[in-house]
């Protein structure tokens, strides 16, 4: 069973996008983690993440998200993520069952 994390960060620009990308840095895909979206949407930004389990995602915001946005301040986004946490009846990614 897969896990998808769906976050709308209100308000959230295209800007603060860019300084969460460049605090991030260049990482590789983190194993685990299936699919990866974000884009701008009425009043915000979106996040969506699929990944293999829960834990994997969890593990990744602890190592190396939470810690590289750390210091962003009001370059990144200025308001806490509406967080929608979905357990995958199942996900496809392609052709392939996951």
């Given at each position: ?39 701008p949407v ?51 990614i392609g052709?392939?069952?996951?």
């Amino acid at each position: 069973m897969a896990f998808m994390r769906l976050a709308f960060f209100p308000g959230g620009t295209t800007e603060q996008w860019a300084a969460v990308v460049g605090a991030v840095g260049d990482v590789s895909s983190p194993e685990g983690r299936r699919a990866f979206a974000a884009g701008p949407v009425e009043d915000g930004w979106q996040v969506m993440q699929l990944w293999d389990s829960r834990e994997g995602l969890e593990g990744f915001n602890r190592e190396v998200f939470f810690p590289a946005v750390a210091g962003l301040g009001d370059r990144g986004f200025t308001q806490p993520p509406v967080v929608r946490d979905i357990e995958t009846a199942i996900a496809w990614i392609g052709e392939q069952q996951i």
